[in-house]
């Protein structure tokens, strides 16, 4: 199991964190300070996501599984009862506004991100696209095309980074930058500095410190057990001519003295 739970995906209303599992192996569960239980809710099997974000008086629900697999589906949840699912109803003018529902991936590809950033719920879809959640109720609730080609690969490989969204590619790292809350989208190599370093990566976890600046990159598949550290006040619109004329890379490589010298994690968090 790869257990996971943060402020994003915990209900206020509820009083509890809602733990999902990366490897999909435990059911969603919750923790409310004392008690670590299951998620109580409506449907006929037991529930399984990879990922889990409250936004909208509701909980999104990516990568899931309630009786059989459905990798592709995003569940959304009643809104102001993040416990009444439904694996049945897609979002139409049948449905009240404050129906649950379900959507399915555009290419029918595994979600394998799950993400908040400019006001706006972003979902990466393995070796596919990333899409944005459209509408505002279970009557018109819609996933549309950001950005073609543009998945995230690995199951932590896309992270909001305060004004922007880096996204871990095959061999590169990619700036999503937002205009007008992702009416109009441009990509930018943020990797170029190290790109001869990084071709042969393959999967990333990306985590980001709101303090420091500071992105944290590691690799999964490909690289030599180093971590990469994106120094983002030198890659920030301010800067980044400084960083063009003179040469001036924001990225660092970190490795370590202990053990092997392999930065080797099994899961990281920003905590606060």
Same mark, same amino acid.
């Given at each position: 199991?790869?257990?996971?739970?943060?402020?994003?995906?915990?209900?206020?209303?509820?009083?509890?964190? @809602?733990?999902? #599992?990366? &490897?999909?192996? +435990?059911?969603?569960?919750?923790?409310?300070?004392?008690?670590?239980?299951? =998620?109580?809710?409506?449907?006929?099997?037991?529930?399984?996501?990879?990922?889990?974000?409250?936004? +909208?008086?509701?909980?999104?629900?990516?990568?899931?599984?309630?009786?059989?697999?459905?990798?592709?589906?995003?569940?959304?949840?009643?809104?102001?009862?993040?416990?009444?699912?439904?694996?049945?109803?897609?979002?139409?003018? &049948?449905?009240?506004?404050?129906?649950?529902?379900?959507?399915?991936?555009? #290419?029918?590809?595994?979600?394998?991100?799950? =993400?908040? &950033?400019?006001?706006?719920?972003?979902?990466?879809?393995? #070796?596919? +696209?990333?899409?944005?959640?459209?509408?505002?109720?279970?009557?018109?609730?819609?996933?549309?095309?950001?950005?073609?080609?543009?998945?995230?690969?690995?199951?932590?490989?896309?992270?909001?980074?305060?004004?922007?969204?880096?996204?871990?590619?095959?061999?590169?790292?990619?700036?999503?930058?937002?205009?007008?809350?992702?009416? #109009?989208?441009?990509?930018?190599?943020?990797?170029?500095?190290?790109?001869?370093?990084?071709?042969?990566?393959?999967?990333?976890? @990306?985590?980001?410190?709101?303090?420091?600046?500071?992105?944290?990159?590691?690799?999964?598949?490909?690289?030599?057990?180093?971590?990469?550290?994106?120094?983002?006040?030198?890659?920030?619109? =301010?800067?980044?001519?400084?960083?063009?004329?003179?040469?001036?890379?924001?990225?660092?490589?970190?490795?370590?003295?202990?053990?092997?010298?392999?930065?080797?994690?099994?899961?990281?968090?920003?905590?606060?």
């Amino acid at each position: 199991s790869r257990l996971r739970g943060d402020r994003r995906s915990t209900s206020i209303l509820d009083e509890y964190v @809602i733990v999902t #599992d990366i &490897a999909r192996q +435990e059911t969603v569960k919750t923790w409310n300070g004392t008690t670590f239980a299951d =998620l109580s809710h409506n449907l006929g099997a037991p529930l399984k996501a990879k990922y889990c974000i409250v936004h +909208e008086e509701r909980a999104f629900f990516g990568n899931v599984e309630s009786g059989s697999p459905t990798p592709h589906v995003l569940l959304g949840s009643k809104r102001s009862d993040v416990e009444t699912l439904t694996v049945t109803d897609r979002p139409s003018s &049948a449905l009240s506004e404050e129906d649950p529902f379900f959507l399915a991936m555009h #290419d029918l590809r595994p979600i394998n991100g799950l =993400l908040m &950033a400019f006001g706006l719920l972003c979902i990466s879809s393995e #070796d596919g +696209e990333i899409n944005k959640l459209s509408g505002g109720s279970a009557k018109d609730f819609s996933l549309d095309s950001l950005f073609e080609d543009s998945a995230a690969v690995g199951d932590e490989a896309i992270a909001y980074v305060g004004n922007d969204v880096l996204i871990g590619r095959h061999g590169k790292i990619e700036s999503l930058g937002a205009i007008e809350a992702f009416g #109009d989208v441009a990509t930018d190599d943020v990797s170029r500095w190290i790109a001869n370093l990084i071709k042969d990566i393959r999967r990333w976890t @990306i985590k980001y410190d709101a303090r420091l600046h500071r992105a944290y990159l590691w690799p999964e598949l490909g690289g030599n057990g180093e971590l990469y550290v994106l120094e983002k006040s030198l890659f920030d619109p =301010l800067h980044r001519q400084a960083t063009r004329v003179l040469g001036v890379s924001p990225w660092s490589i970190w490795k370590t003295d202990y053990g092997d010298g392999a930065f080797v994690k099994t899961a990281s968090f920003y905590i606060r």
